[in-house]
T-cell receptor, first 119, second 109 residues
């Protein structure tokens, strides 16, 4: 099956520092990857859509200069939280869509998530 | 606007059957997904419906009515491990997933 990995799984950082989260599709190629944020007991919130080789598309209200996304290859996307603050503490989840996805196969494969705590 | 509605929380008994409903209004429609999410974990895929009718997959079944903008997830022979949140998501005309807030299912012995 399609596997997506995320690294790190947990990270604690100090306020003002930057954190990079990696999302990799291990056994398939993904032209599109998605970054979500989820606060406790709330649903997934799409932050941005990342397309390989082009700029990410950010959802309304998400600061692109704070949440830097790079999708340099068909198997890797990174999210960098810059100048992190305690309110950025959350569960960050990436998902990837297979390059071969067609009308009946737009399933997103999720990574295991990264729990970020900013102190 | 785009909107996905599903109940916030449901409770059911081990061994019983539960139906989780979802109504959707999205810009275009290319299918309806159900995902399961255990606390602290990422969502996992359960089902995809794009045609009207019932799709059965073991203990889980999913139904879609496109004319009514309605879907449900049916869980049979409930087990304690089925306690989780169940997320309904509609694939819109841009092939973007529009997510519901999720239904927290609590299973009691």
């Amino acid at each position: 099956g399609a596997v997506v990995s995320q690294h790190p799984s947990r990270v604690i950082c100090k306020s003002g520092t930057s954190v990079k989260i990696e999302c990799r599709s291990l056994d398939f190629q993904a032209t599109t990857m998605f970054w979500y944020r989820q606060f406790p007991k709330q649903s997934l919130m799409l932050m941005a859509t990342s397309n390989e080789g082009s700029k990410a598309t950010y959802e309304q209200g998400v600061e692109k200069d704070k949440f830097l996304i790079n999708h340099a290859s068909l198997t890797l996307s990174t999210l960098t939280v810059t100048s992190a603050h305690p309110e950025d503490s959350s569960f960050y989840i990436c998902s990837a869509r297979d390059i071969r996805g067609s009308g009946d196969s737009y399933e997103q494969y999720f990574g295991p998530g990264t729990r970020l705590t900013v102190t | 606007g785009q909107n996905i509605d599903q109940p916030t929380e449901m409770t059911a008994t081990e061994g019983a059957i539960v139906q989780i409903n979802c109504t959707y209004q999205t810009s275009g429609f290319n299918g309806l997904f159900w995902y399961q999410q255990h606390a602290g974990e990422a969502p996992t895929f359960l089902s995809y419906n794009v045609l009207d009718g019932l799709e059965e997959k073991g203990r889980f079944s999913s139904f879609l009515s496109r004319s009514k903008g309605y879907s449900y997830l049916l869980l049979k022979e409930l087990q304690m491990k089925d306690s989780a949140s169940y997320l309904c998501a509609s694939l819109d005309s841009n092939y973007q997933l529009i997510w519901g807030a999720g239904t927290k299912l609590i299973i009691k012995p």
